[in-house]
């Protein structure tokens, strides 16, 4: 089955540590994001890949990093540096369809700062 | 402002209800518009889009833009409680989405 597969669903982590989420995408999609969803504010973007070895800060950058080695994966690695890291993070594919973007969801990942 | 604002509910109805969720947005540029609907603690999933002004009917969903206006509208007929979920509107730009906040219903039999 196509689709886009996120891990782990659940992730603690200690104030201080970096930790990485995984984006992993069979859809042979160009395109691929990183939202953030906090209770009513919808979903923010924070890093956003075209085409691999390329990508683009979103709105809510600051304090996250991504790497775009191959077409299939974008992991995104939550820093130190970011202040409020504790929210539902989802990541999205799209095939490059010029302003018709159609963008496919995985199921998240709930990261929890203790 | 905000470029895309979103009633943010919450909105509870009675099974059987129709049910209006709205957007408005400021960046007239926008040419697609789309629904998705997010049930609780997963991702979401494209309900319906809609190119341009107009209607776009799909069963029970109809899709509504008033371009003139920088309005979008998505009815639900005969609403049932498996509807239950948070509908976020979303309008397409040069190479991401723009969602709004998302609106959350529950459908109660």
């Known amino acids: 089955d196509g689709g886009i597969t996120q891990s782990p669903k659940y992730l603690f982590r200690k104030e201080g540590q970096n930790v990485t989420l995984s984006c992993e995408q069979n859809l042979n999609h160009d395109a691929m994001y990183w939202y953030r969803q906090d209770p009513g504010q919808g979903l923010r973007l924070i890093y956003y890949?075209?085409?691999?070895?390329?990508?683009q800060k979103g709105d809510i950058a600051e304090g996250y990093s991504v790497s775009r080695e191959k077409k299939e994966s974008f992991p995104l690695t939550v820093t130190s540096a970011q202040k409020n890291p504790t929210a539902f993070y989802l990541c999205?594919?799209?095939?490059?369809?010029?302003?018709?973007?159609?963008?496919?969801f995985g199921p998240g990942t709930r990261l929890t700062v203790l | 402002q905000k470029e895309v604002e979103q009633d943010p509910g919450p909105l509870s109805v009675p099974e059987g209800a129709i049910v209006s969720l709205n957007c408005t947005y400021s960046?007239?540029?926008?040419?697609?518009f789309m629904w998705y609907r997010q049930y609780s603690r997963k991702g979401p999933e494209l309900l319906m889009y809609?190119?341009?002004?107009g209607n776009k009917e799909d069963g029970r969903f109809t899709a509504q833009v008033d371009k003139s206006s920088k309005y979008i509208s998505l009815f639900i007929r005969d609403s049932q409680p498996s509807d239950s979920a948070t509908y976020l509107c979303a309008m397409s730009g040069a190479d991401k989405l723009i969602f709004g906040t998302g609106t959350r219903l529950q459908v109660f039999p």
């Open positions: 809609t190119y341009s002004s």
């Open positions: 999205a594919s799209s095939i490059d369809r010029g302003p018709y973007n159609e963008q496919f």
């Open positions: 960046n007239s540029a926008f040419q697609y």
């Open positions: 890949s075209q085409i691999v070895n390329d990508f």
